[in-house]
């Protein structure tokens, strides 16, 4: 697998990851009641703009459906690769998922998080609380000598006991020039299983996990993915790098 990246493809994937990082932040700070979900992505299209970046999802390709956003706005049961549109506005007891990923000097970064605006049900935080504290613990295993299959079950099995449903159909990724590269890192799986992590390799892990069943269903535009059971679902990411030492956030914002 090609996925160890050079010193100067790392820098560039660590720049790329820094604007993503205080894209995703900015986004995060402007994420109020009242705001619809297409002010947001438009917001995320000019942030990203003015830090010399552009969307990695605007025009983004899968078989015969383009993306037409330059974010994804994920409410609710909607899981991930929501559309902003102009018409859905963010409420009070709203979970929102923003998902940023950026292209900046030809290379990719991706994060995302999922925020509560104003209150929500106790089991509510506490679904964002866990997919965020499973994100940790997969990203504690990206270690050279580990593989793959360490990070999905570090997720699966801090997860699996609280009774949450794990997405299967979407998964962690390298990243590269391109935003979905290998290997592929799915939120379950076995101990020492899959490929073996190297340093200089960058990850997108990103935990999609849902308060009730694991299933989902696409809507109409056919990208947007939601809960069968229209049960909220939260999704945390990070872009890591593998390194001789501890794992490194690359998608974090730099004071
Ligand atoms: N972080 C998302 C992912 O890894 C970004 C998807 S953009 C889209 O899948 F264009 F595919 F929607
Ligand atoms: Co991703």
């Known amino acids: 697998m090609k996925a160890i990246r050079t010193d100067s493809e790392i820098s560039a994937i660590a720049e790329s990851c820094e604007i993503a990082a205080l894209v995703l932040q900015d986004l995060v700070h402007l994420t109020v009641e009242g705001i619809s979900t297409y002010d947001l992505d438009q917001i995320g299209k000019e942030k990203m703009a003015q830090y010399g970046a552009k969307s990695?999802?605007?025009?983004?390709?899968?078989?015969?459906?383009?993306?037409?956003?330059?974010?994804?706005?994920?409410?609710?049961e909607e899981i991930v690769h929501g559309i902003g549109r102009i018409d859905r506005m963010v409420q009070n007891g709203d979970i929102v998922s923003l998902d940023v990923c950026v292209s900046y000097n030809g290379y990719i970064g991706d994060n995302a998080k999922t925020i509560a605006i104003g209150s929500v049900d106790t089991k509510i935080e506490n679904l964002l609380e866990d997919t965020e504290n499973a994100l940790r613990k997969g990203i504690e295993c990206a270690?050279?000598?580990?593989?793959?299959?360490d990070i999905s079950n570090a997720i699966e099995s801090f997860i699996r006991p609280k009774g949450y449903g794990i997405v299967r159909d979407f998964v962690g990724h390298g990243v590269g020039k391109t935003m979905h590269e290998l290997p592929q890192i799915p939120n379950f799986g076995k101990k020492n299983t899959g490929p073996l992590l190297k340093p200089g390799m960058a990850l997108a892990i990103e935990p999609m996990i849902n308060l009730g069943s694991p299933n989902i269903r696409f809507l109409e535009d056919g990208w947007t993915a939601v809960t069968a059971d229209k049960q909220p679902s939260a999704h945390?990411?990070?872009?890591?790098?593998?390194?001789?030492?501890?794992?490194?956030?690359?998608t974090k914002v730099k004071n």
């Open 56 to 76: 990695a999802c605007y025009n983004y390709r899968h078989g015969a459906n383009i993306f037409p956003a330059y974010t994804c706005i994920s409410i609710n």
């Open 143 to 149: 270690r050279a000598g580990n593989r793959v299959g």
């Open 236 to 250: 945390f990411e990070h872009t890591v790098l593998v390194t001789d030492g501890d794992p490194k956030i690359l």
